[in-house]
């Protein structure tokens, strides 16, 4: 699929940051940043049923993250910078692109590899970030690019409290991140692998 008829007949995309600013910190053991979030197989909201979604920020204010295994397919650098009105430069190689979630979008996010830094990270640890704004496009078009990383279009988010609830249903499973599937081949088996590791049976 190409990223024109991925993103189709919405805005112009952009990268931008959102939710940047610090935020109250939640204590250690109750934040899932960082970790898989998991559909359990009785999820009922089709907007989330069988994904695979990377917490980037869990607190007190709610959480944000990006839906893994919604696979929009691959673009060359080149074309990618160019649909956000970034001249291409020294940019080589292919991208692949994702549909991150519901909410906004026409806004991209970059998870990437956490070796490399550009601008603001939106969030970063355990070897992964979550980057946008205009830096990260700049870098990657004067040649400078993650060992791996993807691009996403919207997000997955929650208000305060409202992730806790649908735990509380057993909606989700949690899952320790595993950058080898994020940034693997195979998105279409991502949900069944990842709930294999926990050991729930399907």
Known sequence: MTLRR?????????????????????????????????????????????TVIYLCKHDA????????????GKVSMADMLRSFSVAPGKAEGVMQFR?????????????????????TSICRQGGLAVSSGREILDAFAAGARPEKSVLFFGYSGWGAGQLEGELKRKDWVIVAADRGMIFGANPKTMWRRALERRGVDL
């Not at 959102?18 to 559909?39: D, H, I, N």
């Not at 204010?61 to 929009?72: C, E, T």
Request: glycine share 12%; aromatic share 8%; with cysteine.
């Open 61 to 72: 204010d709610g959480a944000f993250g990006l839906i893994l295994n919604r696979a929009g």
């Open 99 to 119: 549909l991150g979630g519901p909410v906004h979008v026409d806004v991209g996010f970059i998870l990437h590899t956490a070796e490399f830094s550009a601008g």
């Open 6 to 50: 991925f993103i189709g007949s919405m805005a112009a995309p952009c990268l931008v940051i959102l939710l940047a600013a610090t935020m109250p910190a939640m204590a250690e053991e109750a934040s899932l940043a960082g970790k898989f979030l998991v559909a359990s197989p009785r999820m009922a909201d089709s907007n989330f049923a069988k």
